[in-house]
């Protein structure tokens, strides 16, 4: 609703107005707030019934951050350092594939035949089947034969007036975007599944850095491509018409002139992305044993023979909150400031 909007209302629709926006921002803090408070009681003090206010209600204490600290809780740094590492990782991977595929998506036309898609899959999966029943390769090396078989054959394909419709920029766009409506899931096991195969190859991807970041760079890719490609289509393309005129490479005039032009875009894109890797629970689940287990893994796992222990869960949570409330907090100053006009939606 505009300013101009409440403004026509009257005064006692704006004191309506008002109490909505206290209450939603009162049930959207408490879990926050309740967390914090959490973090600071006793085990007595959790299981003895609720108590809200600190030195008033009860009297807080840093034992369960001491814990944390010193391993009581499970290895919480190396942890944390994991989860850092990934999400810098993936979070600027991602950041940088996608941009790279956005800013294509928007400067130049593609055009991808339906048929060689259907290529692609009559191949992939018929060359995998013919390997392994037929030729007696193992199910990794039929994978590794057939995908690539087909892919080529895709894009030589793709170039033939082959029948059906032609998909453009805006089909590919979606299909990206589509990539995130599937059951996270399914994604998890079929990338389980792929990792062992991969594995008895001997290339150990479950449980390791290389396994996880890749896993987390596909999956940040759409929304690194959606949020991106809405920040270069906001740029004026005469800046690098000019560039063209001079005839420099396309490759410099992205990275000489669009990058550039776009770094709060791509700073923003970063941050958003980290967010996501940062909280994310069920891939790390599936793929991590105990060596690269993430933040989400270990506050998940803060319990006992007793039952859940709250307070040790609330102290790890809120640790893991911190970074992310930071991030959030100077994001949420550049778009104030306006240093991201274009780059969201």
Do not use: H
């Amino acid at each position: 609703m505009s300013g101009q909007g409440l403004t026509g209302l009257s005064q006692w629709s704006r004191r309506l107005v008002t109490v909505g926006v206290l209450a939603w921002c009162l049930i959207t803090v408490f879990p926050l707030y309740w967390v914090v408070v959490t973090a600071f009681k006793t085990p007595p003090g959790v299981v003895g019934g609720p108590t809200y206010l600190p030195f008033i209600d009860f009297t807080p204490t840093l034992q369960p951050f001491i814990d944390l600290y010193q391993g009581i809780r499970g290895e919480f740094f190396r942890t944390f350092l994991n989860s850092t590492i990934v999400g810098l990782s993936a979070a600027a991977i991602a950041t940088a594939i996608g941009a790279m595929a956005a800013y294509a998506l928007v400067r130049f036309e593609f055009k991808v035949r339906l048929g060689a898609g259907l290529v692609f899959f009559l191949l992939a999966l018929g060359g995998y089947l013919l390997f392994n029943a037929t030729f007696g390769f193992t199910r990794s090396q039929a994978l590794l034969l057939a995908f690539p078989i087909a892919l080529i054959a895709a894009v030589v394909a793709n170039r033939l007036p082959l029948p059906g419709p032609i998909l453009g920029n805006e089909d590919i766009l979606f299909w990206f975007v589509s990539q995130r409506m599937f059951p996270p899931i399914v994604t998890a096991f079929a990338l389980y599944l792929l990792y062992s195969e991969i594995g008895r190859l001997g290339f150990q991807l479950i449980d390791s850095y290389v396994g996880l970041t890749l896993c987390y760079v596909a999956f940040s890719l759409p929304i690194v491509v959606w949020l991106m490609r809405d920040f270069f289509e906001a740029i004026p393309i005469e800046v690098e018409e000019a560039a063209m005129v001079d005839n420099v490479p396309s490759w410099r005039i992205f990275i000489g002139i669009v990058v550039p032009m776009s770094m709060n875009g791509l700073l923003a894109t970063f941050m958003i992305t980290l967010a996501f890797v940062w909280n994310e629970f069920l891939f790390a689940l599936f793929l991590t044993n105990s060596r690269w287990q993430t933040l989400p893994i270990l506050v998940a796992g803060q319990n006992s023979q007793r039952g859940d222990e709250w307070w040790a869960i609330s102290a790890a949570a809120l640790v893991a909150i911190v970074p992310m409330m930071i991030m959030a907090g100077l994001l949420s100053r550049m778009m104030r400031s306006g240093l991201l006009l274009g780059a969201i939606k």
